[in-house]
């Protein structure tokens, strides 16, 4: 994949080079020229450029980017400023980094439906979850191991969990289903909400939307989503 980072800071910088050792396409753009010269022998490419403005932003290949992170860390206003123009350019996939409610309610209200906590999150979660097709969050147990979350595969809608089969299929375990409903936030935004369904059974229905908890293998989880 092409992926564009704004902002290395430790997290930007940190997501770029795993994505990058995973074989992507890394443009790593920063208005500071010592993080660039910093970065620059360590991913694809490393662009000085001021993401605010509008003119600067266009020179870079945003129609063909699969996915666009704003790690923007220092200034709310630079990266509520940069996601407006992402979304006027028609970026196909933008990740947010909010760094407060605050900033994570405007980022909602501007339509980001991804939104990533630094605090909570770590760059090779966030990697893993650009990399494997599908993937919605991950905690990796060891090397070849992880509970991951994944959106519930087309094919499986509509199913009971004893007629999908995953794990006679792909030696997955189901660990918990989660399913989405709307809210409104404090604004009046409609905003999806997650609930847990528990412990599932052989005869619990799999819903469009639905996203699964499963444990097993790195390779097993990229097979069922193939």
Do not use: W
Request: aromatic residues 4%.
């Amino acid at each position: 994949m092409k992926i564009i980072i704004f902002g290395l800071g430790n997290f930007g910088l940190s997501l770029a080079i795993k994505l990058t050792k995973l074989g992507h396409e890394v443009i790593g753009v920063d208005r500071s020229e010592d993080k660039i010269e910093i970065v620059k022998d360590t991913i694809t490419h490393a662009v000085v450029l001021d993401s605010t403005s509008v003119q600067a932003v266009k020179t870079l290949p945003i129609q063909d980017a699969d996915a666009i992170i704003v790690a923007i860390g220092e200034e709310e206003g630079a990266s509520i400023m940069t996601i407006a123009l992402l979304k006027q350019l028609k970026a196909k996939r933008i990740v947010g980094r909010a760094i407060s409610a605050l900033h994570q309610t405007v980022l909602e209200s501007m339509g980001v439906e991804e939104i990533t906590h630094p605090e909570e999150d770590s760059a090779e979660r966030l990697a893993l979850k650009l990399d494997m097709k599908g993937v919605v969050e991950s905690f990796a147990l060891s090397d070849q191991y992880s509970v991951v979350e994944v959106k519930c595969p087309e094919r499986y809608e509509g199913q009971t969990l004893m007629q999908a089969n995953l794990r006679g299929r792909y030696n997955l375990n189901i660990v918990t289903i989660i399913r989405t409903e709307e809210k409104i936030n404090l604004i009046g935004i409609k905003r999806k909400k997650q609930k847990v369904l528990g412990v599932v059974l052989p005869d619990t229905v799999l819903l469009k939307g639905d996203i699964l908890v499963v444990f097993g293998s790195t390779e097993d989880i990229q097979r069922v989503m193939e």
